[in-house]
C-alpha cells in the first residue's frame, strides 16, 4: 500500500483534475478567463503539490496573493466544490491512503486561503 503518492502519481491527478475544473460549469469560467497559458499552470501545479506531498521544495510561489487578484469572482461555494472535485479525481486515481493524504492536504490549504481571502476583522 502506498500511502503517499510519487511524482507520477501527482502528474496524473493534477491534469486530470483541472481538465475537470475547466470543464466545470461553476469553476470553470474563472480559471478559464484567469489562466492563459495551461501548460505552465499545470506544471505549477505540479511542484506545488510535489513540494506540499513529498516536501522537495519544487514550488516557489505565493498562492494567497495568486487567488485574492480574483477574490471578487471566488466565493466560498466554489471551494466546496473545488474540493469535492479533488476528492473524486484522487479517489479515482491512487489507492485510498494516498488519496487521503492528498485530499487531508487540500481541506487543510482551502481553510487557509478560505481565511485569507475572507475573514474580515469587525470595524
Ligand atoms: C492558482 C482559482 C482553490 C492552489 C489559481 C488561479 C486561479 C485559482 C484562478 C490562477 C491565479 C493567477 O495566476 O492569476 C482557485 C479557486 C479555488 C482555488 C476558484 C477554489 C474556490 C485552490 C486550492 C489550492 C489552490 C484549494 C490548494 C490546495 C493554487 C496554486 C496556484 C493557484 C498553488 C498557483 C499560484 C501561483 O501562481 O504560484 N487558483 N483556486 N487553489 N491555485 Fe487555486
Redesign the pocket.
Same mark, same amino acid.
Given at each position: 500500500m502506498t500511502s503517499q503518492p510519487d511524482e507520477s502519481d501527482i502528474e496524473m491527478v493534477v491534469h486530470r483534475f483541472y481538465e475537470r475544473?475547466r470543464a466545470d460549469e461553476v469553476?470553470g469560467p474563472?480559471?478559464n478567463?484567469?489562466?492563459g497559458d495551461w501548460p505552465l499552470?499545470l506544471d505549477?501545479?505540479c511542484a506545488?503539490?510535489s513540494s506540499?506531498m513529498l516536501t522537495t521544495g519544487r514550488?516557489?510561489?505565493?498562492?494567497v496573493? #495568486?487567488?485574492r487578484?480574483?477574490a471578487d469572482?471566488?466565493?466560498? #461555494?466554489?471551494?466546496?466544490?473545488?474540493?469535492a472535485l479533488?476528492a473524486q479525481t484522487t479517489s479515482e486515481l491512487l489507492e485510498r491512503p494516498a488519496a487521503r493524504a492528498m485530499q487531508e492536504? #487540500?481541506?487543510?490549504?482551502?481553510e487557509s486561503?478560505?481565511l485569507a481571502l475572507f475573514f474580515k476583522l469587525p470595524s
Amino acid at each position: 500500500m502506498t500511502s503517499q503518492p510519487d511524482e507520477s502519481d501527482i502528474e496524473m491527478v493534477v491534469h486530470r483534475f483541472y481538465e475537470r475544473v475547466r470543464a466545470d460549469e461553476v469553476l470553470g469560467p474563472l480559471f478559464n478567463d484567469a489562466i492563459g497559458d495551461w501548460p505552465l499552470h499545470l506544471d505549477k501545479l505540479c511542484a506545488f503539490w510535489s513540494s506540499v506531498m513529498l516536501t522537495t521544495g519544487r514550488y516557489k510561489g505565493q498562492p494567497v496573493p #495568486a487567488h485574492r487578484k480574483h477574490a471578487d469572482r471566488i466565493d466560498p #461555494a466554489m471551494f466546496d466544490r473545488w474540493l469535492a472535485l479533488w476528492a473524486q479525481t484522487t479517489s479515482e486515481l491512487l489507492e485510498r491512503p494516498a488519496a487521503r493524504a492528498m485530499q487531508e492536504k #487540500a481541506n487543510r490549504i482551502a481553510e487557509s486561503l478560505k481565511l485569507a481571502l475572507f475573514f474580515k476583522l469587525p470595524s
